[in-house]
């Protein structure tokens, strides 16, 4: 087996895909060390998850997360090599959480008000989730501010996905009372 370190990283930059550095403290490596976490928090609320649909779900976008990662991650003068479903997000990823969403807030109902999570140990953990795929968007737009290239399907794709963990997280609540934000 290859050795996992490979010293390049030392002088303060990591590889883009398929070729070229950027800074490991810069906007774009904020992005995508937060869809990194997002794929993790999502894994411990799957791990925990003994309802199937749900865990089918969860690691549905761990695995479409991996796509939006490469997606922002590569050399912008190589975008000509990403393939669809691996490494180049795509609209029909976007509409496929829409209609995810629609979905199950028809089987299930949104409440108006704000939640305090904390119900279930599965909605806690979705909630935590939820939380850190806001900040990777935060960080991507960052990072498009900054002069990354940016996908508009990459962008969509992380606003519709809090969403989805959103309506996740309330389908785990098993149906107890959430407690609201206020009396």
């Known amino acids: 087996m290859a050795r996992v370190y490979t010293k390049t990283g030392d002088d303060g930059t990591t590889g883009q895909l398929y070729g070229g550095r950027v800074a490991k403290g810069g906007e774009l490596v904020e992005a ?13 609320a799957r791990a925990g998850c003994p309802d199937p649909q749900i865990a089918q779900i969860l690691l549905r976008v761990q695995r479409e997360l ?6 922002l991650s590569v050399n912008p003068s190589h975008r000509d090599r990403l393939k ?25 109902p949104l409440r108006p008000v704000f939640l305090v999570p904390g119900t279930t140990p599965l909605e806690a953990a979705i909630d935590v989730a939820r939380t850190v795929v806001r900040r990777a968007e935060r960080h991507t737009l960052r990072a498009k501010e900054a002069g990354h290239v940016v996908s508009e399907h990459a962008q969509k794709y992380l606003n519709r996905l809090s969403d989805l963990v959103f309506v996740l997280a309330r389908q785990a609540a098993e149906g107890a009372e959430e407690p609201v934000s206020h009396d």
């Open 32 to 44: 995508l060390g937060d869809i990194d976490e997002a794929v993790s928090t999502l894994g411990v």
């Open 84 to 108: 669809p479903g691996i490494s180049l997000a795509e609209a029909s990823m976007v509409t496929g959480l829409e209609q995810l969403i629609d979905d199950l807030t028809r089987e299930h």
């Open 66 to 71: 991996f796509i939006v990662a490469a997606d």
